[in-house]
């Protein structure tokens, strides 16, 4: 290897006859690179050049240091360093005299034995590549044999749903009609359920996944049969409640029950959050904990001394007074409530939304037996003890905890009946 | 700064065409690689100097396996910046 130096001059002329341009050109261009280069990488802090390499500027950072003569230490300031970071390209060029050369093993053995490790891993990629193959050829065994039967891949039983419901669409409003659609669904529920048992028998990974879907699509079964079965006549505001959602489900058809899947999954998740933060988070001592979640205000305790009432008090004044507005439309309707699950005593830390929450399967539901209760209850956050509590029994078109409109209209009363109470 | 936006900034300095100024931003480079593959140095006044070093042959040894590998030698690229661009980057406010 000759380890010259090669100097500017010697570059340029380098370029000149590689371009063909005169000295002074190229001159001009390495002067104008190296400024440009330079002025960049300080404003910027990085240059790349393709096919070259990347200018970079480093901070270091200040480090204490030792005077090897004086044995003193002192301090260097952080400071900026400029590095150059080679591209590949560059690197093979510069390398090319010793590219021939490889890496050699020197215990004589073959180069790379990972052997012991390919083991370990290969059975659970087996597994994982057998069972694939088992649904895959389930899947298609299934299709190939009973085509009429294709309900039983989850990606059928998804496009069944909007099929289910389009048919409903002009039927909301006759009864007969209703019946009889839902009359001509039960064949469809009971083949699902079919292909489930065998489902079961043979592969358990098709029963997880089918799972999650079916869910939703016998949660809308169940909520069809509620509008042909339960509509009470008296009750006007619970039938207009179920044309609106109806209407509105067949509006966005498809869609929309993407995005309800997606809403279910996210409406567990945050009641399970919710619960767990009731639960462990006693409002009593802490009002500002309460402020936080003003669902949890008529869970404050059952009157036992006037600390109780002071925490719910600093609550109710969160209230916004528009939401009240406009939550007094939805609260005029009022339910009657005649038929009662159960009755509960209050007893110490007893509260509605508890009771709402194991009744019902959300804590905003307590709303329904607040009303149910009205007349023992005068503020929904102090339940004297020994209060005797009706459970109502409620529709499933107003507890339905999958349907986010029952959750909004329950946060509506919510709302109302607080800001009645703060009043 | 990336390689469009410097050959841009030059072309405009030096009143040439993109095509140009990328044609002779090109061979600047490979000039310089070039000279590198063969062991020279090559400095550039006032900005730095691109060094061709000889790394020797080592032995390693794969921690898990314990097997012993000659690594071959190599050439690799160092650039030493000047004086003048680096006391101009020290100074320079700290950047990110």
């Known amino acids: 290897m000759n380890n010259e130096k090669i100097s500017s001059l010697g570059l340029i002329a380098e370029l000149s006859q590689q371009t063909g341009m005169p000295k002074k050109a190229t001159t001009a261009f390495i002067k104008q690179l190296e400024e440009t280069i330079h002025e960049a990488l300080l404003k910027d802090g990085i240059v790349k050049i393709k096919g070259f390499g990347t200018f970079k500027i480093a901070w270091h950072e200040s480090r204490e240091s030792v005077n090897v003569q004086t044995g003193e230490r002192y301090e260097i300031a952080g400071h900026n360093k400029v590095t150059f970071i080679p591209d590949d390209e560059l690197k093979n060029i510069v390398n090319t005299p010793y590219a021939h050369l490889m890496t050699v093993d020197m215990d004589g053995n073959e180069i790379k034995k990972p052997q012991p490790d390919a083991p370990e891993e290969d059975p659970r990629m087996k597994r994982f590549s057998e069972q694939a193959e088992e649904i895959l050829s389930l899947i298609s065994g299934m299709q190939d044999l009973k085509p009429e039967k294709t309900a039983k891949t989850p990606v059928v039983v998804i496009d069944e749903q909007p099929a289910a419901i389009i048919p409903e669409k002009p039927s909301a409003d006759s009864f007969q009609n209703t019946e009889i659609q839902h009359n001509e669904e039960i064949p469809e529920v009971a083949e699902t359920s079919d292909t489930d048992i065998k489902n079961k028998g043979t592969e358990k990974v098709v029963i997880k996944e089918e799972a999650p879907v079916k869910q939703p699509v016998i949660v809308k079964k169940e909520f069809i049969t509620n509008t042909a079965t339960t509509p009470q006549p008296e009750d006007i505001t619970e039938n207009e409640l179920v044309e609106r959602m109806e209407a509105h489900s067949v509006k966005k058809k498809k869609a929309w029950l993407y995005i309800l899947l997606i809403i279910i999954a996210a409406a567990i998740l945050g009641v399970g959050v919710w619960y767990c933060i009731t639960r462990y988070y006693v409002p009593a001592s802490n009002p500002s904990g309460v402020m936080e979640n003003p669902a949890s205000l008529p869970a404050a305790p059952v009157q036992s001394s006037d600390s109780a009432k002071k925490t719910g008090q600093p609550v109710q004044a969160e209230k916004p007074v528009a939401a009240a507005a406009s939550a007094s439309q939805s609260a005029d309707g009022q339910r009657i409530y005649r038929e009662f699950i159960t009755t509960e005593i209050t007893t110490q830390g007893s509260r509605l939304t508890l009771m709402a929450l194991k009744y019902y399967g959300h804590k905003v539901f307590w709303v329904y037996i607040y009303e149910a209760n009205k007349t023992k209850i005068p503020n929904p956050a102090i339940i004297p003890v020994g209060t005797k509590i009706n459970i109502p029994k409620l529709g499933d078109d107003l507890i339905n905890l999958h349907n986010p409109k029952c959750l909004q209209n329950a946060s509506k009363l919510q709302t109302h009946y607080l800001s009645l109470t703060q009043q | ?96």
């Open chain 2, 1 to 96: 700064m990336n390689n469009k936006e410097l050959i841009a900034d030059l072309a405009g300095r030096l009143e040439l065409t993109k095509e140009q100024t990328s044609a002779l931003l090109e061979a600047t480079v490979n000039a310089i690689a070039n000279e590198l593959s063969k062991g020279n140095s090559v400095n550039m006044q006032g900005f730095g100097v691109f060094e061709a070093r000889r790394k020797e042959e080592r032995l390693s040894v794969n921690p898990r396996t314990k097997a012993r590998t000659m690594v071959p030698p190599k050439q690799v690229v160092v650039f030493k910046p000047s004086n003048s661009l680096k006391d101009k980057a020290k100074d320079s406010p700290r950047h990110e």
